[in-house]
């Protein structure tokens, strides 16, 4: 039996506690119900874990190393920084991770058309990526402002195959892109596959993403262990919807002696509503896009604007296991601001050579902020989640370079 008390979570209607769950119309439920089962069924199928290692290996360019920052923990006089290099997978984020497992698993339930929103791009390359690999149609829906703004990933979309469509009603962005592929989904659930991206939404997906990111964490501690004889003191990743911090910690839940923390973006101050991310540290419990989870809403009780420099963590609600992870303090939930988010990409950039995506530069940030508080033989395990050459335009702008 498992001592763990964690790894049998959720539950079997999906709660970690008081969150995650299935808030979702009864015409729904159905669909998402067989998604569980048939994920439930791959999972245990030799054939399939077989095929997914496989393309992990020869494909994404699995086992990512771990890169030991000496001159950045030299600089910095403290705790050792290590950084988990999920940038260096194809595609350059660890998003591939989940979307190949759920490629994967819309060709196994025979789905006819897998659908996706998109904010910056990401999570629509990365999709478009695995089923272009997989040989199933994809549909990617975006608002117009954001198909203006991140103009390289749409180009890589439409290079990819997929079908992409253009949102324009209401301010044409994100939530609109949502409603827009929701409406599409809703259409045929019983022949589409909706692949969320990341650890949120209704029961299944925030287990099923977790498990599909959880080879992060299980490389990373064995791959920790075997050149340190140890674990690290300190694990840390950044936090949007949470699918790469809780992809690097579900293998560390139940070494006590690891401290766990993940990052959330304060923007341009907590106290600024509209103008940070910060869910966990600054929301409390509610409901969003078919979970139970923290939320930051306005006054009038609808979800809050949301504010990042990094594109990819400006969502106002998170995973319901890092919400029921806060609550039972198994982590701790610390911010960074767009400033130190800023400062951290440069220096990991002209200390170490790597170019962090902004999302992993907060995680980044906050490590920055600790180790000179720690000792040498004190180490720091950050998960990289991504590469920054989508944001280096930006920045370079941003700072006149
Ligand atoms: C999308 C993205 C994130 C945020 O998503 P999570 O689900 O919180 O991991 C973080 N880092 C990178 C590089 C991303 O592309």
């Known amino acids: 039996m498992s001592t763990?008390?964690?790894?049998?979570?959720?539950?079997?209607?999906?709660?970690f506690?008081?969150?995650?769950?299935?808030?979702?119309?009864?015409?729904?439920?159905?669909?998402?119900?067989?998604?569980?089962?048939?994920?439930?069924e791959i999972r245990q199928r030799e054939d399939f874990q077989r095929e997914l290692a496989e393309l992990l290996a020869d494909y994404v360019g699995r086992p990512s190393p771990i890169f030991h920052a000496k001159r950045l923990s030299q600089q910095l006089g403290g705790a050792q920084i290590h950084l988990k290099r999920e940038d260096l997978n194809h595609t350059g984020a660890h998003k591939i991770n989940h979307c190949l497992g759920e490629a994967l698993l819309a060709r196994f339930m025979?789905?006819?058309?897998?659908?996706?929103?998109?904010?910056?791009?990401?999570?629509?390359?990365?999709?478009?990526?695995?089923?272009?690999?997989?040989?199933?149609?994809?549909?990617?829906?975006?608002?117009?402002?954001?198909?203006?703004?991140?103009h390289p990933n749409v180009t890589k979309m439409r290079i990819l195959g997929c079908k992409l469509v253009t949102v324009t009603r209401g301010a044409a962005t994100l939530k609109e892109a949502v409603d827009s592929a929701f409406e599409e989904y809703?259409?045929?659930?019983?022949?589409?596959?909706?692949?969320?991206?990341?650890?949120?939404?209704?029961?299944?997906?925030?287990?099923?993403?977790?498990?599909?990111?959880?080879?992060?964490?299980?490389?990373?501690?064995?791959?920790?262990?075997?050149?340190h004889a140890r674990l690290?003191?300190?694990?840390?990743?950044?936090?949007?919807?949470?699918?790469?911090?809780i992809g690097m910690f579900t293998a560390f839940l139940d070494d006590d002696g690891v401290q766990l923390v993940g990052v959330e973006p304060s923007g341009e101050g907590l106290d600024k509503p509209g103008r940070h991310s910060a869910t966990l540290t600054r929301g409390h419990p509610g409901q969003l896009h078919g979970m139970a989870c923290y939320v930051l809403e306005d006054a009038q009780g609808v979800p809050a604007a949301v504010h990042s420099i990094a594109s990819g963590l400006d969502y106002p609600g998170?995973?319901?296991?890092?919400?029921?992870?806060?609550?039972?303090?198994?982590?701790?939930?610390e911010t960074a601001s767009d400033q130190e988010t800023l400062d951290a990409f440069m220096t990991l950039s002209r200390v170490e050579g790597i170019i962090p995506a902004l999302e992993s530069a907060h995680a980044v940030a906050w490590a920055m902020r600790i180790a000179p508080t720690l000792t040498a033989d004190q180490h720091i395990l950050i998960n990289l989640s991504g590469r920054g050459d989508k944001d280096a335009d930006y920045v370079a702008e941003r700072l006149g370079l």
């Open 4 to 15: 763990s008390r964690f790894a049998a979570m959720p539950d079997a209607q999906g709660f």
């Open 186 to 227: 809703l259409n045929d659930p019983a022949n589409y596959f909706y692949a969320i991206g990341s650890v949120v939404g209704p029961h299944p997906f925030p287990k099923m993403v977790r498990d599909f990111q959880a080879i992060i964490g299980r490389e990373a501690r064995s791959q920790f262990q075997a050149k």
């Open 232 to 245: 690290p003191d300190i694990v840390t990743a950044c936090v949007g919807g949470g699918s790469n911090a």
């Open 17 to 40: 506690g008081p969150y995650g769950g299935q808030f979702i119309p009864p015409a729904l439920k159905q669909a998402m119900d067989d998604i569980d089962r048939a994920y439930e």
């Open 318 to 333: 998170v995973g319901p296991q890092h919400s029921y992870l806060k609550d039972v303090g198994r982590v701790r939930y």
């Open 110 to 150: 025979g789905k006819k058309k897998v659908i996706a929103e998109t904010g910056a791009g990401q999570h629509g390359v990365a999709l478009a990526t695995a089923c272009a690999m997989v040989g199933i149609p994809c549909e990617i829906h975006m608002g117009e402002v954001d198909v203006r703004k991140e």
